[in-house]
């Protein structure tokens, strides 16, 4: 029997994709499982280096190079000169926030959900340089209370920046309702968008961010060590990157260089050009299935697989958010979270544990150690999520 689900043709889908004939993978939040389309591009990339130097087969294919930033464009609805490849989701968050001036006494605001590294470098930043970092509370949903975050900016707020969706839960932040506290007090956003990138529509300007970084290898299946920055056009002549190098700049004479007016600044010259192609390619691919029509796939899914584990006696669900995504957490009384996924694992069934550092702040402040993240996508089957909840039930 054919399954479809909206207007997502989940047997096409499947058929696409090589790696859902041997396994039942629910760690799309972890890393997906590239459509043949974008492992096609990515490994004929690599075979035409093989045969042709790698700078031969870049000359040769810079339309495909190109097709990144007008991909990545329509993706977020920006300029395709507001977009920069970056070999990861930090390094691109990095980018754009080691670039911003922040001095004694300067406030970020962030959210209890925000992302381990993201922490580590606020922290990192006060340090030496004296500014602050306050984590805004939760609402009753559990994510980002946009009415304290309006009552906690002042003078001092130099940034606000948060996760949209946590690495370690499946709630989605209000993003757009940051965004627009954002506007209205004149304050920089940056929205850490790694996991929400794929499984949600994004549009930067109905956001109102004024950064975004986002990864290729999670929900968008795209190539590992891939990723992108997304810079607001008034911002980039603004911004000085913690790194140049010349691809970023132009050396003029020995004492002076001009940076590139355009995103690119955020750039390195060397990079995983077979990955940006692929990546291009795996945007491409999202937006043609729609990311309506995947967000209106995952969603329920993933409710579903909720809904089937919290049925089964001393499973807890721990996802919150008025609005929540393809991820879904849990915990079952007596067994940890690492032999789970081992029992998992021994079913053909991929999950990852969360609770290292990326989830640290939302799950200390929750007493919670570690939690099973299962995290579906659009090409995720109802069966597979049967045996999940099965063999949880033991
Ligand atoms: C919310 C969030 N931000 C950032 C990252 C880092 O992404 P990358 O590994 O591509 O640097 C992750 C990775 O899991 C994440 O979950």
Known sequence: MSVRSGTIDVDRARAETRG???IVHLNHAGSS?????????????QREEEFRGGYETADRHQGKLENFYDATARLLNCHRDEVAFIENATRAWDMAFYALDLGPGDRILTTESEYGSNMIAYLHRARR???EVAIVPNDVFGQIDVEALERMIDARVKLISISHVPTGGGLVNPAAAVGAVARRHGVPYLLDACQSVGQIPLDVQAIGCDFLSATG???????RGTGFLYVRGDWIGRLDPPLLDQHAAELINEREYVMRADARRFENWECHFAGKAALGVAIDYALGWGLEE????VQPLAQDLRDRLAAIDGVEVLDEGAEKCGIVTFRKAGEDPEAIKRRLKARGIHVSVSGDSGARVGYDRRGIATAVRASVHYISLEREIDDLAATIRG
């Open 294 to 297: 995947i967000r209106d796939r």
């Open 33 to 45: 499982l590239m459509p043949i389309p974008v492992a096609d591009a990515l490994i004929g990339w």
């Open 217 to 223: 290898r999670k929900y968008l299946r795209g190539p």
């Open 20 to 22: 859902c004939e041997s």
């Open 129 to 131: 340089t004296g500014c």
